[in-house]
């Protein structure tokens, strides 16, 4: 249980342009997901804190306007990086809080690598 | 001061040792630990979550939390060469029961 998927593993683009990533909790419904972002031989950082049907809740320092979070659904929450620059250029993470048996365990997607050229 | 800090490593030891992994946080109020495992490249995998005093057990893995002294520990028994990888230590803070805060992981290597 407690399966959490990515899509796309893997996205090379152009700069300025804007990219999509998925975040799907596949076997439970999610009432938290996560998104992060980890720099080579970094930890992760978190970026923002997504509730379902509500806006995403933003760490310092990240633009919102820049990534949008949209949490559609208690299973699917997606990350859209815009006018991507090769500095966005990282691996992002997904993760979702099961809320159950025990709260604020959080599972982790297979992670986008984002590679903007 | 950091918020939760890790020796960044390498650990090395020999397989079929026992592997000690440890970890300081600030935040005295912390109520909820957590070890995840990291391969290169790949996410985090969570092993194991603590959230009283004294040790858990789970197959090869004790998580030990020592609130007193701000402390928690993983201890891997039997270490194989499969469980090469950076462990990262998480707390969530006490005045926020959603986010993570993580160090920045023990590299431990296991040689056979």
């Known amino acids: 249980g407690a399966v959490v998927s990515q899509h796309p593993s893997w996205v090379i683009c152009k700069s300025g342009t804007s990219v999509k990533i998925e975040c799907r909790s596949l076997d439970f419904q999610a009432t938290t997901m996560f998104w992060y972002r980890q720099f080579p031989k970094q930890s992760l950082m978190l970026m923002a804190t997504?509730?379902?049907?509500?806006?995403?809740?933003?760490e310092q320092g990240v633009e919102k306007d820049k990534f949008l979070i949209n949490h559609a659904s208690l299973t699917l929450s997606t990350l859209t990086v815009t006018s991507a620059h090769p500095e966005d250029s990282s691996f992002y993470i997904c993760?979702?809080?099961?809320?159950?048996?025990?709260?604020?365990?959080?599972?982790f997607g297979p992670g986008t690598r984002l590679t903007v050229t | 001061q950091k918020e939760v800090e890790q020796n960044s490593g390498p650990l090395s030891v020999p397989e079929g040792a026992i592997a000690s992994l440890n970890c300081t946080y600030s935040d005295r109020g912390s109520q909820s630990f957590f070890w995840y495992r990291q391969y290169s490249g790949k996410s985090p995998e969570l092993i194991m979550f603590i959230y009283s005093n004294g040790d858990k057990e789970d197959g090869r893995f004790t998580a030990q939390l020592n609130k007193a002294s701000q402390y928690v520990s993983l201890l891997i028994r039997d270490s194989q060469p499969s469980d090469s990888a950076t462990y990262l230590c998480?707390?969530?803070?006490?005045?926020?029961?959603?986010?993570?805060?993580f160090g920045t992981g023990t590299r431990l290597q296991v040689f056979p």
């Open positions: 993760s979702a809080e099961t809320g159950l048996p025990i709260s604020y365990e959080q599972y």
């Open positions: 997504s509730n379902e049907g509500s806006k995403a809740t933003y």
């Open positions: 998480a707390v969530i803070r006490s005045y926020n029961t959603d986010k993570l805060i």
